[in-house]
C-alpha cells in the first residue's frame, strides 16, 4: 500500500532579498496534523519562511510541496492569515464582506454566495466572537478585532493547512485566547496549523510542536524535546527564564 503523502514537504529552501539570503538550505517534513509555533528572533526569516513556502515571494532554490504537490494545485486547501500591517484597513469593506472573501475560492468565479456561504460568514463571526460587528466597516475595528476577523476569512476558506503570520500581535488578552482556542478546535478536526510567533510561554504551554529558526532551521519537533537550552541558545544566544518553567511543568506532567 502506498503511504500517504506528507502534509509538508520542505527542502532545500534558500530565499535572498536583494541577493541577501535570508534563509539557507532549511528542510523539514509535517506528516501529521498538529499546531506548530515558528519561532526566533527578529529578521530570522520567519515571516519570509510562511511567504516562500506560499510562493507569494520566489526562492532561490528549492522545493515546497503540500500533500505531494505544488502549492498552485492545492491553494483552495491552505489558509493565510498576513500580518495587520500588511492589509489595508481604509478599504471601504465591510465585516461581513471582508469573512465572505474566504468563500470565493471554493465557489470558483461565476457562482455568486448564496445562502449557505452567508451562513458560513454567520458560524465563522461567532466562532471569534464578532458577530456584532458584520456591517462594520474594518477600518473601525481595534486591532484584536481586526485579526480575529482576518481569522474568521481563513475559517470561511474551510482549508486543511493554515499559515498565520504574528496573529497574537498587538492583542488583547481577550483576543489572544479567542485565537487559541479556535487554533486548538482546528487541530483537533485534523487541520496543520503553523503559527509564527514570539512569545515561547505561549508556545509551550499551548502548541504540540516548535520550529526554531534563525536564517537556518536549527531545530524542530515536539515542545518536550524540541525546546532546550541547547537550541534556544544555538537560535538567540544567553540563558532564557523559560527553561526552567517548561522543566519544572514536564517535571509536574512525569
Known amino acids: 500500500m502506498d503511504q500517504p503523502a506528507l502534509l509538508v514537504d520542505v527542502h532545500d529552501l534558500t530565499v535572498a532579498y536583494r541577493r541577501r539570503p535570508v534563509l539557507w538550505n532549511v528542510d523539514f517534513e509535517i506528516a501529521?496534523?498538529?499546531l506548530l509555533g515558528i519561532v526566533g528572533p527578529n529578521g530570522a526569516g520567519k515571516s519570509t519562511l510562511l511567504k516562500s513556502m506560499l510562493e507569494l515571494i520566489p526562492a532561490v532554490s528549492g522545493s515546497?510541496?503540500?500533500f505531494g504537490k505544488p502549492v498552485a494545485n492545492v491553494r483552495k486547501r491552505i489558509g493565510y492569515v498576513p500580518q495587520r500591517e500588511s492589509v489595508d484597513w481604509d478599504f471601504p469593506i465591510s465585516v461581513r464582506e471582508t469573512v465572505l472573501m474566504g468563500t470565493y475560492g471554493r465557489l470558483g468565479w461565476f457562482r455568486r454566495p448564496g445562502k449557505a456561504?452567508?451562513?458560513t460568514v454567520d458560524r465563522c463571526l461567532a466562532a471569534v466572537g464578532m458577530e456584532s460587528f458584520a456591517d462594520r466597516q474594518i477600518g473601525r475595528l481595534s486591532g484584536g478585532q481586526q485579526?480575529?476577523?482576518f481569522l474568521a476569512r481563513a475559517l470561511a476558506q474551510?482549508?486543511?493547512i493554515y499559515f498565520l503570520d504574528e496573529p497574537f500581535a498587538g492583542v488583547d488578552a481577550a483576543t489572544e485566547e479567542i485565537v487559541l482556542k479556535v487554533l486548538r478546535q482546528l487541530r483537533d478536526q485534523g487541520k496543520l496549523i503553523l503559527v509564527v510567533h514570539h512569545d515561547l510561554f505561549t508556545v509551550q504551554r499551548s502548541f504540540d510542536s516548535v520550529l526554531l529558526l534563525n536564517g537556518r532551521l536549527v531545530a524542530w519537533?515536539?515542545?518536550e524535546t524540541t525546546l532546550t537550552e541547547e537550541n534556544l541558545t544555538?537560535?538567540?544566544g544567553g540563558h532564557f527564564p523559560i527553561?526552567?518553567?517548561i522543566s519544572a511543568t514536564f517535571q509536574q506532567k512525569n
Do not use: C, M, N, S
Open 234 to 236: 544555538k537560535t538567540y
Open 158 to 160: 474551510d482549508a486543511d
Open 64 to 66: 515546497v510541496a503540500f
Open 221 to 223: 519537533g515536539p515542545i
Open 243 to 245: 527553561l526552567d518553567h
Open 32 to 34: 501529521e496534523p498538529q
Open 117 to 119: 456561504e452567508q451562513e
Open 147 to 149: 485579526q480575529r476577523i
